[in-house]
T-cell receptor, first 113, second 115 residues
């Protein structure tokens, strides 16, 4: 299994609070991604990173920010959580090379009340 | 823009039946890659296969087989002699030639295999 750890695995919080999810990899892969999974939508890309301090927006980036200060860590922050951000969040990593498959962490279930 | 459509949202079969999961894609890229992932009830996403747009040979891996047809923009997945352990949500995904190996996912097909 790819060495990807997401923390926390579950979180319940209130609307308006800041939330940070962490993704840690031990594979030294260049690319890292954050997705959200909602019923009927499959997985949608929030942000991705192609190197330390290099990030870009995905399809559903509004309300989210990311940071990558080290190769192994990719943080996703909800500055002021809203109920619409209740979802399951997945981190993924991918090696360098044309269309290498992405490998996923176990997910974080986030509930915003 | 890229798009992946999995028209079957849910399929229910009885164990030992064969089942085919459909995937239709849209892309303007001439070079692209197609993927299938499995998400069992435990929730993790498992990579199953990657095919590139220049390789239309069907692939078989045990009870799994994949049929790629460029003419119909389809990449269908067949499970032969299904088993209860095959129960999962299956996602088809597409990647063009882009920096970052980004994927566009279909909405997924939930397969339920009953004993």
């Amino acid at each position: 299994d790819a060495g990807i750890t997401q923390s926390p695995r579950h979180k319940v919080t209130e609307t308006g609070t800041p939330v940070t999810l962490r993704c840690h990899q031990t594979e030294n892969h260049r690319y890292m991604y954050w997705y959200r999974q909602d019923p009927g939508h499959g997985l949608r890309l929030i942000h991705y990173s192609y190197g330390v301090k290099d990030t870009d927006k995905g399809e559903v980036s509004d309300g989210y920010s990311v940071s990558r200060s080290k190769t192994e860590d990719f943080l996703l922050t909800l500055e002021s959580a809203t109920s619409s951000q209740t979802s399951v969040y997945f981190c993924a990593i991918s090696g360098t090379g044309e269309s290498q498959p992405q490998h996923f962490g176990d997910g974080t279930r986030l509930s915003i009340l | 823009a890229q798009k992946v459509t999995q028209a079957q949202t849910e399929i229910s079969v009885v164990e030992k039946e064969d089942v085919t999961l459909d995937c239709v894609y849209e892309t303007r890229d001439t070079t692209y890659y197609l993927f299938w992932y499995k998400q069992p009830p435990s929730g993790e996403l498992v990579f199953l296969i990657r095919r590139n747009s220049f390789d239309e040979q069907n692939e078989i891996s045990g009870r799994y087989s994949w049929n790629f047809q460029k003419s119909t923009s389809s990449f269908n997945f067949t499970i032969t002699a299904s088993q209860v352990v095959d129960s999962a949500v299956y996602f088809c995904a597409l990647s063009g030639i882009n920096a970052g190996n980004m994927l566009t996912f279909g909405g997924g097909t939930r397969l339920m295999v009953k004993p």
